[in-house]
């Protein structure tokens, strides 16, 4: 299956390549109790284990397929509208339909603000700045970047905070650790969701899941201590070796 699958990619047919991966699924889902009916080598719980772990598969490549296409036809586009002469029209993309959507519904704390270093034309790049009033980081002030791709909400936007913190779950080359970004990310959430999950993190920083793993050890093991660290940290001062710039 792996090898009829990757060929197509590699001659580039998308169509034939997203036919052939529904194809795959519907002839799994069908064929899926008969399968289970024709073995007597391996237990039921084993067999219904494999079919869902070839389903998954077959759904992410069929997700994988269609947002390949999305880009092709994007880009034919594009690339049809450059031939027609004069100056093309910049027509808006799917994802920033709904990125406008998103940014006319944010409703954020006063603690939140977002900017358009670009202008309001670039709406797929802006910064969100997060000043928490309670907790480790209260009276601190954060910005962070976000990068949107045309296909979201498909795809998470591209995070990172551009304030060097001493915090578990940011590094201090400003990745972020938020679920939501990562594996629990829905097309049905937002751009508020995103900025609520970060202030979140400043409010309850978790040890459980660190990027800076010294910073997560002391929290867990000395809050005192960790607390002590950040108060250092966002005054402009050393923790350890590394020097924070003053955010406060």
């Known amino acids: 299956m792996r090898m009829l699958v990757s060929s197509q990619r590699r001659r580039g047919d998308e169509s034939t390549y997203a036919s052939t991966v529904t194809r795959l699924i519907a002839s799994t889902l069908f064929c899926a109790p008969n399968f289970r009916l024709l073995s007597n080598t391996q237990s039921r719980e084993a067999l219904l284990a494999e079919e869902k772990r070839i389903v998954r598969e077959l759904i992410y490549l069929l997700w994988r397929t269609m947002i ?58 802006f910064e969100v700045s997060i000043r928490p009033d ?12 976000f ?30 650790c938020l679920n939501i970004l990562r594996e629990d990310w829905k097309p049905v959430l937002n751009i508020n969701t995103i900025i609520y999950g970060l202030y979140h993190l400043f409010t309850e920083p978790n040890y459980e899941d660190p990027l800076n793993h010294d910073a997560a050890a002391v929290l867990r093991d000395n809050p005192k201590m960790f607390e002590s660290n950040v108060r250092r940290a966002m005054a402009g001062g050393y923790v350890g070796n590394t020097h924070f710039p003053r955010c406060i």
């Not at 994007?74 to 959507?101: F, Y």
């Not at 907790?135 to 962070?144: E, I, P």
């Open 68 to 125: 390949r296409l999305f880009k092709v036809k994007e880009k034919q586009r594009e690339l049809a509208e450059n031939a027609s002469g004069g100056t093309p029209i910049k027509k808006q993309s799917a994802g920033e339909l709904r990125l406008h959507k998103d940014i006319s519904e944010l409703n954020l704390p006063k603690s939140c603000n977002i900017q358009f270093p670009n202008g309001k034309d670039d709406l797929m790049n």
């Open 134 to 145: 309670e907790g480790y980081y209260a009276s601190g002030t954060f910005l962070f970047s």
């Open 147 to 176: 990068q949107v791709s045309p296909i979201y909400p498909h795809e998470a936007p591209k995070v990172k905070c551009k304030t060097k913190v001493y915090h578990p779950n940011i590094d201090l080359e400003g990745n972020v």
